[in-house]
């Protein structure tokens, strides 16, 4: 067998995997998790349902693999501390509207009403968002300013991308940062101690 024959059934798996995984998606977005099955999966792939347990073992692995996303959250320790709100609201940006944004799409539409998306969030949350954050200021704060963070941006993203609230889909994406960085820079520097004093934290 020459390497151009044993290099065919690797690019067939691989051209069968992704289209599982895109009409996976597709199925999740529209279905939710509850409601999709694996067989709407398959006939959307145009392929036999065993093919889907053959490559994904079960319906939550096929999931996971679906929802699978590395946030690439900078290193807020090693950036500017006087400028990483707008560090943070630009790479949501870029996130959501220079890139395929699908899985995200999928996360946010489905989780209100279906746990085990919720629980794929929470998931991010703690091996994402929360280890980010940890890189700067007081570490046992993290958790509390990770929390504000994520209310900030989920909620921005809900209103634009899924509702679709239209002055919010106007602004434009300096009009974002402008108004919504320094809440985050705010959310990242200042412990609030009691209900009236602050202290500004400092990078770890």
Sequence with gaps: ?????????VRRSDATRAAILAAARAR?????????????????AAIDPSMV???????DG??????QIDLDLPDLSTADPDTMGELLIRHFL?????????????LLRTSIADEAVARRVREIF???????VLRFGTPTDAPHRAALIVTQL???????YILEIPPVVALTPQ???????????????????GENASTKVECV
Excluded at 53 to 59: D, I
Excluded at 62 to 67: G, I, K, Q, R, T
Excluded at 126 to 132: M, N, S
Excluded at 175 to 193: G, H, K, N, S
């Design 94 to 106: 870029a996130i959501w509207e220079d890139g395929d944004n699908t899985v995200l799409l999928i």
């Design 175 to 193: 009009q974002i940062v402008t108004d919504i960085a320094p809440t985050l820079q705010r959310y990242l520097t200042v412990v609030t101690e």
């Design 154 to 160: 989920l909620g921005l993203a809900l209103c634009r």
């Design 28 to 44: 999740f977005a529209t279905d939710g998790y509850a409601k999709a099955t694996i067989r709407a999966i398959a006939a959307d």
């Design 62 to 67: 096929l999931f996971a693999a679906a929802v």
């Design 1 to 9: 067998m020459t390497s151009t024959e044993q290099e065919h059934p």
């Design 53 to 59: 347990m053959r490559y994904f073992g079960s319906k």
């Design 126 to 132: 703690a091996a994402q968002v929360l280890p980010a």
